[in-house]
């Protein structure tokens, strides 16, 4: 079966920086998009950043120009680096697969941003 496993998430002074990493398994990974979501207490879980499998991506414009979505197919997995980090990127950060096998997700990695 399909798994994403994140890690890298932790506790940042504003302004820090911190690199998530997800690693799949159970899925030809090379060939299907990837995506970052996050959802912060009492709020829906939004889009944060997709990668397609030929390395095209996109971002919310609430983390544009700071964060940075990546993929490594060698090694099934794909990265977030994050700078510039502000209270408000305060959120679990969850990897996503959303592909023909169906619509995966890890089991999230907690960002918390001092200020």
């Known amino acids: 079966q399909v798994q994403l496993v994140e890690s890298g998430g932790g506790l940042v002074q504003a302004g820090g920086s911190l690199r998530l990493s997800c690693a799949a398994s159970?899925?030809?990974?090379?060939?299907?998009?990837m995506a970052w979501y996050r959802q912060a207490p009492g709020k829906q879980r939004e889009l944060v950043a997709r990668i397609t499998s030929g390395g095209s991506t996109d971002y919310a414009d609430s983390v544009k120009g700071r964060f940075t979505i990546s993929r490594d197919n060698t090694k099934n997995s794909v990265y977030l680096q994050m700078n510039s980090l502000k209270p408000g990127d305060t959120a679990v950060y969850y990897c996503?697969?959303?592909?023909?096998?169906?619509?995966?997700w890890g089991q999230g990695t907690q960002v918390t941003v001092s200020s």
């Open positions: 159970g899925v030809i990974f090379r060939i299907y998009a």
């Open positions: 996503n697969s959303d592909n023909a096998q169906g619509n995966y």
